[in-house]
């Protein structure tokens, strides 16, 4: 009898050690594989353009500070601005029309009430460049606004609109440079 109790008692502590592994094991297969789920889906194609809602409109593209790729995106100018907007679509299958939120129908508004907007497609999304490491969830997407906000892009629409860029760049600036 007592080497059955024995036994028993060898076998139940081996189960928090067996725990252990196949947790561990689960881990690196999420690590390993997970990453594969969560890039993007097929590109979804940019639907509809600002003059759909009464927009006058032009095509712009620009550089991030980090990559060599090229962004596209729209630039709306207001009569007499206030300021300029940089107007930026969520994830998964969005894109500067935003066509889940009424984003051309949200720059309309904005450019009525004398706001300058700038509507860009991130990397990874409707028509600019993509990258190989896909969607990084706003590590390298935050310099798709910082980019829109200085170097060419900032001079062109310093151009296109001699007042308020400043105070965007500067609320945009820090906005896409928390936690750096």
Do not use: C
């Not at 990397?123 to 829109?148: H, K, L, M, W």
């Amino acid at each position: 009898m007592p080497a059955l109790k024995s036994s028993a008692r060898r076998r139940g502590r081996r189960w928090p050690l067996r725990a252990g592994a196949a947790l561990l094991a689960l881990a690196v297969l999420a690590i390993v594989v997970g990453p594969s789920f969560m890039g993007p889906g097929p590109r979804v194609p940019v639907v509809g353009s600002p003059a759909d809602v009464g927009l006058r409109y032009e095509s712009v593209s620009f550089h991030p500070p980090d990559r060599p790729i090229t962004l596209r995106a729209w630039w709306m100018p207001a009569e007499a601005p206030k300021a300029a907007l940089v107007l930026v679509h969520g994830g998964g299958d969005d894109n500067r029309a935003q066509a889940h939120a009424d984003g051309l129908g949200l720059a309309r508004d904005l450019v009525a009430q004398r706001y300058a907007v700038l509507a860009l497609d991130l990397r990874n999304y409707g028509e600019s460049d993509g990258t190989p490491e896909g969607v990084t969830f706003g590590e390298a997407e935050s310099n798709d606004v910082i980019g829109a906000m200085k170097g060419d892009s900032a001079r062109q629409l310093k151009g296109k609109m001699q007042k308020g860029i400043g105070k965007a760049q500067a609320r945009i600036g820090r906005a896409s440079s928390r936690g750096r």
